[in-house]
């Protein structure tokens, strides 16, 4: 008995908000922003393909996973594999398989295999692992990141080891991590308001409730962690793409940290949890990192010793925690407000009465 | 022999340590359920406290300097009193957040400390030399064991005694155990949240300041992030010995301390510089056939 309204204000609005609060960002930054603004909007936004992936998995099951950046390193190294510095990447990772070392794959397709990749090696580990629950499953999913991060930080004749590999092609501007963004949020979207993601929800919500109304949680966790891996893949390739190098170094336990706390800020149970997490707190590193080089206030110049921006980030965190301990949004999806939503409602219903 | 002897000391010694670091882990976990990501840096700050503040490149001990009996009681309050002032100021108020949350305050408190220490003493690498005399060797039985092994496995030793003791006889042991248990029943028999709480985080930040002393004894190298590594052994020490459970987080860091050096000499050359790998591979096996860590607590199991 939903009338349109209803199936506006539920369905498509929680959506459709965030896309337009992106696009709004988005729009300011090529209008009026300069190349400094348009790059920390950039980041900004490949932070949010990163961060959508994790809720896809975290939202929905509950489980805290320490181990998802190990999903954007497998698919950073296989994108620079495919796309990296095509005159001298055998001299600098002779282990590379001939087909790799040898062809320079279409950054489209290589994005394809790299987000595969990922995925593929989420189900491979989804299948033993998302048998534990709780801090278990953390754990487990954090000694996951150990593995790949000493493997790949020692595997020289194939990552390079510790140094990193540079020279990939940085197609990865605004509008290509605008579109991440996109495709990260719809699949997500899709994907929770599926009946997949309403069986994992109520597991969430009561794992034993859940079984005795015939949810196989194992397999559903494992088609979220999948999902969430390939997302959280493609992050990775956009971030490599951006930054024009990949390393080990950066995909430990700093990017886990802001990660977490993004989405746990802005609220884990919800996209919008998500979104707004990382544009807060993109938004306070932006400032704070302009508080440390200095402000000019013309007759007088403040600037801060380096090392204020990361204490700053720690405090105004923690006093979000403090206050809003189940994040901003607090896990629900943006709705049309009540007033104007019960308005509408009014109208449908009347019209349909009369 | 000799040799597999020379071994098994390393390793129990190694495995003390880490015993050490996750029973600071287990402790406070056990009473409100947060995984302390800060107590590495309860280590750090101990360490660093035994130099003068300064981001000079050389470091001048200053409590460090002091004599041992006199140094190891001041580090030791010192970080009693930063894990008593983080409960306070950060932990007390999140107390009934869920552990995601909570994790989160303990990662940012981290990330404030090592900052903070960052901006007093800069970011290179010290070296300090304190105790120095444990660093030198004895021989027994033709081993050759620097006195410093000898004094982490003693130290444990008693401190796990000592532990045990306080936690079954006294009054403040039973009621942490009681919280463990069960924190809200516990209440409702009248055991004060906040003075419970405020113990356990007491005697975990005294663990942390012997860490840290045993530690920097050892590398003699004061460095910001030097509380992650052990830190990250302790988590996983105390979830496969059984989260909640304080024998289990001993177990598991002795475990996870004789496993790595097995490793190290197990392993063919080639293979050794992923030694990590294997440890955790070795973590992902345990938690697959015992989910709920080696000696399970009875209050961490669910019950529908």
């Known amino acids: 008995m939903e009338g349109w309204a209803d199936i506006f204000a539920r369905r498509v609005w929680p959506l459709l908000s965030l896309v337009l609060l992106l696009s709004a960002i988005v729009l300011l930054a090529a209008i009026a922003g300069g190349p400094l603004i348009q790059r920390t909007v950039t980041e900004a936004l490949i932070m949010i393909v990163l961060v959508v992936g994790m809720q896809i998995f975290i939202g929905n099951s509950g489980v805290v996973s320490f181990g998802h950046i190990s999903f954007m390193a497998i698919a950073a190294y296989a994108t620079a594999w495919q796309t990296c510095c095509p005159a001298f990447k055998a001299a600098i990772l002779p282990g590379l398989p001939e087909f790799l070392a040898q062809n320079q794959v279409s950054s489209l397709a290589a994005v394809v295999t790299s987000v595969l990749l990922a995925g593929a090696f989420a189900f491979a580990i989804g299948l033993p692992i998302i048998r534990l629950t709780g801090i278990g499953a953390s754990i487990a999913m954090f000694a996951v990141l150990s593995i790949v991060n000493t493997v790949y930080s020692n595997w020289d004749s194939v990552t390079g080891g510790e140094s990193s590999i540079i020279g990939l092609p940085t197609y990865a501007t605004m509008p290509v991590a605008f579109l991440g963004a996109l495709v990260a949020l719809t699949v997500a979207y899709f994907y929770k308001f599926s009946r997949f993601g309403l069986a994992l929800r109520a597991s969430r919500d009561d794992e034993f409730a859940a079984r005795a109304a015939g949810v196989n949680v194992y397999w559903h966790r494992l088609i979220a962690f999948v999902l969430s891996g390939g997302v959280v893949g493609l992050g990775g390739v956009l971030h490599a793409h951006f930054i024009g190098t990949v390393s080990i170094d950066a995909y430990w336990i700093g990017i886990t940290f802001i990660t977490l706390a993004m989405l746990v800020v802005g609220g884990m149970r919800s996209l919008a949890g998500a979104v707004v997490g990382v544009v807060m707190i993109s938004t306070l590193i932006e400032l704070l990192r302009q508080v440390e080089k200095g402000l000019d206030f013309g007759f007088f110049k403040l600037a801060l010793p380096p090392g204020v921006q990361e204490i700053g980030l720690a405090i105004v965190l923690l006093a979000i925690l403090i206050y809003r301990p189940s994040g901003i949004t607090r896990g629900q999806e943006f709705t049309l407000g009540g007033q104007i939503f019960a308005r509408f409602k009014s109208i449908t219903m009347s019209s349909r009465d009369s | 022999m000799t040799v597999v002897l020379q071994h098994v000391i ?279 056939f015992r989910p709920g860590g080696l000696l399970q607590s009875r209050a961490a199991k669910e019950r529908v």
Not at chain 2, 34 to 50: C, E, K, Q, R, T
Not at chain 2, 177 to 193: C, K, P, W
Not at chain 2, 213 to 222: A, D, F, M, N
Not at chain 2, 252 to 271: D, I, K, N, Y
């Open chain 2, 10 to 288: 390393d390793a129990v010694s190694l495995g003390s340590l880490y015993a050490l670091a996750a029973l600071g882990v287990g402790l406070i976990f056990g009473v409100m359920r947060l995984i302390n990501f800060a107590h590495g840096d309860f280590i750090m700050v101990g360490a660093y406290a035994l130099i003068v503040p300064s981001t000079a490149i050389v470091a001048t001990p200053l409590i460090g300097a002091w004599p041992a009996l006199a140094m190891v009681a001041a580090i030791l309050a010192i970080v009693v009193l930063l894990a008593l002032a983080t409960e306070r100021i950060v932990f007390r108020p999140l107390r009934n957040a869920d552990p995601a949350t909570l994790l989160i305050g303990s990662f940012a408190v981290s990330f404030f400390l090592q900052h903070m220490v960052l901006i007093i003493y800069g970011g290179r690498p010290k070296a300090i030399d304190i105790l120095s005399g444990l660093n030198e060797q004895v021989i027994v039985l033709g081993l050759r064991i620097p006195k410093l092994e000898i004094a982490t496995i003693g130290i444990t030793f008693v401190l796990l005694s000592g532990l045990a003791l306080f936690l079954k006889r006294t009054m403040f042991g039973l009621q942490i155990r009681a919280a463990a248990e069960d924190f809200d029943m516990a209440r409702l028999l009248g055991v004060r949240a906040n003075t419970v709480i405020a113990m356990a985080f007491a005697a975990s930040g005294f663990l942390a300041g012997v860490v840290a002393l045993l530690l920097t004894t050892q590398s003699g190298v004061l460095y910001f992030g030097m509380g992650v590594q052990p830190v990250l052994f302790a988590f996983v020490a105390t979830v496969i010995g059984g989260m909640g459970s304080l024998p289990g987080a001993a177990l598991g860091g002795f475990l996870v301390g004789t496993v790595s050096v097995a490793l190290q000499v197990l392993l063919p050359f080639e293979l050794r510089l992923n030694r990590d790998a294997f440890v955790f591979l070795a973590v992902i096996l345990v938690l697959l």
